[in-house]
């Protein structure tokens, strides 16, 4: 099974702050990883696939990298809407996995 | 427009079996390259993958929990059914229906449920 660790796990930021999650996967996964975000009681929203592709819709702030086993989400400057948690997801191989998650908080 | 909707009971005892229907519609799961997945959320933990089907019948399960789950569709209903069978406590979360739709050579959830949380408690 392929393992996805993320760190950190909590992080505190302002408004406009430039914020890195990171994904590292426990094999190479070429680009097959995407990303999610999730506001308290709702679903989570794919933010980027094949590591690096914005989903339609979604702010250009948002970018992702990476590839094998380590993957990168920036946010380039930290807006009110953004705080939330951040989950890494491989497709490569089964069973699916996501990381353990990025909670995104106000300084 | 794409949705998807979780039904089912929000509680259950344990040793029961879970049943949840997912009703979607925007999509057909006849369509190639199409499938509807079950992913679960405990309270305040991470997005579990539980199992996957596809427009040409396919079906995946998560290996922890195959013996446990069975996952059907119903295309003329645009529904697909989750059971999971001798409920505990442990399995108490958010189960969400997920569409997983194929972008740039590999498939992703695009489109997500709002989540029904089922609790399993004597």
């Known amino acids: 099974d392929i393992q996805l660790t993320q760190f950190p796990s909590f992080l505190s930021a302002s408004v406009g702050d430039r914020v890195t999650i990171t994904c590292r996967a426990s094999?190479?996964?070429?680009?097959?990883l995407a990303w999610y975000q999730q506001t308290p009681g709702t679903a989570p929203k794919l933010l980027i696939y094949?590591?690096?592709t914005l989903q339609s819709g979604v702010p250009s702030r948002f970018s992702g990298s990476g590839s094998g086993t380590d993957f990168t989400l920036t946010i380039s400057s930290l807006q009110p809407d953004d705080f939330a948690t951040y989950y890494c997801?491989?497709?490569?191989?089964?069973?699916?996995?996501f990381g353990g998650g990025t909670k995104v908080e106000i300084k | 427009q794409i949705t998807l909707k979780e039904s089912g009971p929000t509680l259950v005892k344990p040793t029961q079996t879970l049943t949840l229907t997912c009703t979607f519609s925007g999509f057909s799961l006849n369509s190639g390259g199409v499938g509807v997945a079950w992913i679960r959320q405990p309270p305040g933990k991470a997005l579990e993958w539980l199992t996957l089907?596809?427009?040409?019948?396919?079906?995946r399960y998560s290996p922890f929990l195959k013996s446990r789950l069975t996952i059907t569709k119903d295309t003329s209903k645009n529904q697909v059914v989750l059971t999971m069978t001798n409920m505990d406590p442990v399995d108490t979360a958010t189960y969400f229906c997920?569409?997983?739709?194929?972008?740039?050579?590999?498939?992703?959830?695009?489109?997500w449920g709002q989540g029904t949380l089922v609790t399993v408690s004597s």
């Open positions: 089907t596809f427009w040409d019948d396919e079906k």
């Open positions: 997920v569409r997983r739709l194929r972008f740039a050579s590999t498939y992703y959830f695009d489109s």
């Open positions: 997801h491989q497709p490569y191989s089964y069973p699916l996995t």
């Open positions: 094999q190479a996964i070429s680009s097959s």
């Open positions: 094949a590591a690096s």
